[in-house]
């Protein structure tokens, strides 16, 4: 069992939802700083 390429996967994933969030918030204009 290889734990390094589970925790590179959970990783991988957890850096998606965080981008697509950002990425959400970027283009809904909240990050806009005024």
């Known amino acids: ?7 590179f996967w959970v990783m991988a994933v957890f ?3 965080l981008g697509l969030g950002w ?7 909240v ?3 005024k």
């Open 31 to 33: 990050l806009e700083w």
């Open 23 to 29: 990425l959400y918030a970027y283009r809904e204009g």
């Open 1 to 7: 069992r290889t734990a390094g390429l589970e925790a």
């Open 15 to 17: 850096v998606a939802i």
